[in-house]
Structure formats: C-alpha cells, structure tokens
C-alpha cells in the first residue's frame, strides 16, 4: 500500500516487506488481502517484541484472529545504522489465523502484514520493536554555530561608554568630515554621421561577404 507522507527510509523498508510477503503467497491470494486492508477490514492491531496480532473482518459475522511471528536477526545480518537489515526473511515469519482456509498466509494474514507494513512506513521504529531489537540512537543535531553533540552560546555584546576625553581622541583619529560638491557632467557628444575609416572597412568587407551567398 501507498504511504503518502511517510519517510523515505520508511516507505522504503515498506515496500521490501510487502515484495516479502507477494512472494510467499500466489497473486491472487495477495491482491485479495491487500483488498482487505484498503476497505478497512483490519483492526486492533498490536505489536510487540516478536509479535504482532489484529482482528481481520471476514465473510462471517466474527472478525478472525491473526498472528504474525518473527524472531530476532542473525548479528550478521544486522546492522544498526540501516533499518533495512531488520526486514526478515520468508523464513523469519510465520502466520497463523483461525479462519478455515489452509493457507499460509492466508487472505487474512495478509491483510493484517498489509497494514502492519503500512503502520512501519509511518512509523519506521516499530519495525525495531517489532524484531526485538533496540533502534540506533539518534545522533545529535548540530546547528548553526555550534559544533555537534555541544550547547550552542551566543556571544555577549556589551555598550560601549565613551567619556568626553575618549570622544575627542576618536574624533582626532577619524578626523574632520569632508565635504565636497559633485561635479556637473556635460551631455555625451552626438554620434558620429559616418563611421570612422576602419569600421567602414569592416562592414564593406561583411556586406561583401553576405551578398555573395544571396541566391
């Protein structure tokens, strides 16, 4: 399912859970559980450490029970700076739904990893949580003249107070101001009637030039 507004990392890691799960499931079978999540037939979704359980309307009256397992990454296969790692495998999850088709993931099942996908893209954490394993700390934002990681200080401007003595000595420095008039500019001469002998030349020799390639 589309994620609008989501983050890239978490439409990303999104979107490696459901190509997971269309490839554990015939086409079919997926496009009618995906159906399920889009008209709203799961609800009461809840994750935690390894589990993740919600209640999917069927085609009878009582919604069914579905449980969706995973356990922890392998240490080689994960790596704390890239949520992507914690995307498991088809041989890291299991479903189970007390409907009575055989299938596994069943339509139901996948509805509910639908919108659990859906839930991580929003909210990439769960994903963390979810797999059992505790999200990277955030690294510190550095602003605008302060090193990272530090309290920003602004610098103390004080006033300053000059006495009579101080002011005549700063006065003798800059000295006296200086006052003049701004000269008044003669109109530009007229443009030359004819051009002068080498710029005749040179429109001689193009006007030349262009006549000879008319047709």
């Given at each position: ?162 006495d009579a003595e101080a002011h005549g000595a700063l006065n003798a420095f800059l000295g006296s101001p200086v006052s003049f008039k701004m000269p008044v500019l003669g ?29």
């Amino acid at each position: 399912m589309s994620a609008p507004g989501a983050s890239r990392e978490g439409r990303l890691v999104s979107t490696m859970i459901d190509v997971m799960l269309a490839g554990m499931c015939d086409p079919a079978r997926f496009r009618r559980g995906r159906e399920y999540a889009r008209q709203g037939a799961v609800d009461d979704l809840a994750i935690a450490a390894g589990i993740a359980t919600a209640n999917v309307q069927g085609s009878r009256a009582e919604p069914y029970s579905v449980t969706i397992r995973t356990v922890p990454p392998s240490a080689a296969s994960l790596d704390p700076d890239k949520l992507t790692s914690l995307v498991p495998t088809r041989d890291e999850v299991s479903f189970d739904c007390d409907c009575p088709d055989w299938d596994s993931p069943c339509k139901h099942a996948i509805a509910a990893m639908v919108l659990l996908s859906e839930r991580i893209a929003y909210e990439p954490a769960l994903l963390s949580k979810w797999r059992a394993v505790e999200p990277a700390p955030a690294a510190p934002r550095a602003t605008v003249g302060s090193r990272a990681g530090g309290a920003t200080s602004k610098p103390e401007i004080s006033a300053v107070h000059l006495d009579a003595e101080a002011h005549g000595a700063l006065n003798a420095f800059l000295g006296s101001p200086v006052s003049f008039k701004m000269p008044v500019l003669g109109s530009a001469p007229a443009a030359p009637e004819m051009w002068d002998e080498p710029w005749s030349f040179i429109l001689n020799d193009a006007l030349t030039a262009l006549a000879r390639k008319a047709p």
